[in-house]
């Protein structure tokens, strides 16, 4: 029994020894495009993640962006430069581009390529609430046109700027460091906003090498001695089975509730809902909408910085507009509602490139200053409407008399009720009358 337990276990090993070897060798591309935020760092985190545990020979994380969140760029860089799965960052395809954070991306990994036709850089933090300045144009020239040999005048710097583009420097320039590109330039393109074609980035030792497609990048790669955690590491790119990861539900719902116009809208949608459902209770549906819509926009606002101020004047300018339905000002709350609402909305999202459109903007504000002039006007319609309802639409309707009275008192008809009734002169049994009054529940009448 012993004998055949060993025999058994045994083909276990070989089986699982022909698994490995029988196992293709895998090259995992990660696609990076748009604008880098919350949900774009979580796909590629977790892609490295699984490349890691899948034992892939490299990681190409191919480049096309624009920028994006300082937070998002750093959490990817940190996955990279932990990951033991080589990470080639390639800008592909051709036209495309790494600016920004897309540069700080570029310099972190163990290989950089780029493309024909693309370019990187301009990789200077940006000041939402002021101009940036540059180095090299901290000086204005003098009033003759800088044409006199005076020196200028310094402008006044941002300190807080100041000290975030400082420590971005301090980042690149170690990323550089780390993989022995050109800090100089690296340097340049976080002060300056400098940018660099393909083959330029090349010549200037930014990039590691031009690759027309994935097979070149692979192709060219091989061979190559890269850091990898800390370590010098031998690429072996020969052969290798290229596995693409596209991104799941969770990422694209990630992605879009970190989208400032999907926010944006889902914010108003849900107040308008709540607004709806507190003036017309029992309804339930807008109710619940719009608690959805405030939940997910809520959740999607704590991804991304936003600017408080500009917050609080796009509600503001909702609730000038909604008084103007309660408080007639003929006009002037909904033309200083949408003046703020409009200021809000420019102020709100403070991240480079994730600034609401103009058309967005405009498009929210022309619908909120339509739905409450469509409510004030509602509003002021049913003011003028006469009274067709209640005890009020007695006086001046018309009747008739039921029995005969006897005196100054009998009964009437009135609007199909039998009401008690007072009158100045007898009236006989059938005549027609006129309410002129009301004591009590008695009618004051006369003949029609």
């Known amino acids: 029994m012993a004998i055949w337990r060993r025999l058994f276990v045994t083909w276990l090993l070989v089986l699982a020894c022909m698994h490995v070897l029988a196992a293709p060798r895998t090259a995992v591309v990660i696609a990076l495009d748009g604008a880098i935020g919350p949900g ?78 693309t370019n990187l ?26 044409k006199t040999d005076q020196p200028a005048k310094a402008a006044p710097r941002d300190a807080m700027l100041t ?22 330039w690296a340097e340049k393109a976080v002060r300056e906003a400098v940018s660099l074609p393909y083959d330029a980035a090349l010549e200037q030792h930014v990039i590691d090498l031009v690759a027309a497609d994935l097979p ?39 992605a879009l509730m970190t989208d400032p116009s999907i926010i944006y809208l889902l914010l108003l949608a849900g107040m308008f809902g709540v607004a709806f459902e507190l003036s017309h209770p029992g309804i339930f549906a807008p109710g619940v909408i719009g608690v959805i819509c405030l ?21 503001f300018g909702l609730g000038l507009m909604a008084a103007e339905a309660f408080v007639p000002s003929f006009g002037a709350f909904v033309l200083g509602g949408m003046s703020a609402f409009v200021i809000g909305s420019l102020l709100m999202f403070e991240a ?15 619908a909120s200053a339509a739905l409450f002039g469509l409510v004030l006007t509602l509003l002021v319609r049913a003011r003028r409407r006469p009274v067709s309802s209640g005890t009020e639409t007695l006086v001046g309707a018309s009747g008739r008399t039921i029995v005969d009275w006897t005196g100054k008192e009998g009964e009437v008809i009135v609007q199909g009720e039998r009401w008690r009734a007072r009158t100045a ?23 029609a």
Do not use: C, W
């Open 216 to 254: 070149d990048l692979l192709a060219k790669a091989n061979g190559r001695s890269v850091i990898v955690q800390g370590k010098p590491v031998v690429l072996d790119t020969n052969g290798l089975a290229v596995v693409e990861v596209e991104p799941g539900l969770r990422d694209r719902l990630l």
């Open 425 to 447: 002169e007898p009236l006989q049994s059938g005549q027609a009358i006129r309410v002129i009054g009301r004591d009590g529940l008695t009618l004051l009448v006369e003949p």
């Open 352 to 366: 480079p490139g994730a600034q609401l459109p103009l058309t967005v903007i405009a498009g929210a504000t022309l």
């Open 40 to 117: 774009s760092a979580s796909f590629v985190v977790r892609s490295l993640n699984a490349a890691q545990r899948q034992d892939a020979a490299v990681a190409v994380l191919r480049l096309n962006t624009p920028g994006g969140l300082d937070s998002a760029m750093r959490d990817i860089i940190r996955a990279m430069l932990a990951s033991p799965v080589p990470v080639l960052a390639y800008v592909a395809p051709g036209g495309a581009r790494a600016a920004s954070a897309g540069t700080f991306i570029l310099y972190a990994a163990a290989l950089a390529a780029m493309a024909p036709g």
């Open 121 to 146: 850089g301009a990789a200077s933090p940006v000041s939402m609430f002021a101009p940036t300045p540059l180095a090299g144009s901290d000086s204005k020239p003098g009033d003759d046109g800088g």
């Open 295 to 315: 939940l997910v926009g809520g959740y999607g606002l704590n991804l991304l910085p936003i600017a408080y101020a500009g917050l609080a004047l796009v509600l």
């Open 163 to 184: 000290k975030v583009t400082n420590d971005s420097v301090a980042y690149i320039r170690g990323l550089a460091t780390l993989h022995a590109r050109n800090a100089e």
